[in-house]
């Protein structure tokens, strides 16, 4: 099972793909999260996609492609993936479809309205990618590894317009694009987790 999910910044996919990616014994495989984690490392890939995500910008595609197909041809992704925040432009869905045949790809839809509230008060753990939010962590401690919960540089206020404005430039038109291709999934990204989490079930059946 390869599969994709799509949706807005802040529209819940980094959740609802760690639900999925349990429940089907599916590698998680989240671009942005593997970013985040070269940037930690200080490796030489964090520090030039760094200034990219900082200003709400995608990293250039040869960068993330890189990346990307490293990961896809580990052991582990032999029987199925699933990718979040991959691909974010034509380009980047082109490329993939040379290497892998996507089996599905769920679209969460969002009021884009709503959204850069939820990312102001997102809080990730950068050493396990756990997300949550501040009303759910008040102690500020990560849930699964019991590291500090951070706020992401990319989610202030004046970032998220820009990541709101690069995906419907740029990512929104997949949906078209894997619509026409005949594995779109639509699925209420604006209801309770546990509600998207059953929405998606049932599509994947
Ligand atoms: P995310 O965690 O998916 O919201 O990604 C955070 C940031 O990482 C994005 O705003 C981009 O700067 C960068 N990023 C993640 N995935 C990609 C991708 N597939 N292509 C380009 N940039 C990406």
Sequence with gaps: MNLIIMGAPGSGKGTQAALI???????HISTGDLLRKNIADGTE???QAKSFMDAGKLV????VLALLKDRIEQADCKNGFLLDGFPRNKAQ?????????????????????KL???????RVCLKCGYTT???????GKCKVCGDTLVIRDDDKREVVENRLKVYAENTAPLVQYYKEKGVLKN??????????????????K
């Design 45 to 47: 890939l964090g520090k």
């Design 93 to 113: 869905a082109d490329a993939l479809g040379k290497i892998v045949t996507i089996d599905t790809a769920l679209n969460l839809e969002t009021d884009l309205n």
């Design 116 to 122: 850069a509230d939820r990312m102001a008060s997102r």
């Design 187 to 204: 699925i209420d990204g604006m209801q309770t987790i546990e509600q998207v989490n059953n929405a998606i079930e049932a599509a994947l």
């Design 60 to 63: 250039p595609d040869e960068l």
């Design 133 to 139: 939010s501040a009303q759910d962590a008040p102690d």
């Design 21 to 27: 990616c349990k429940a089907h014994s599916l590698p």
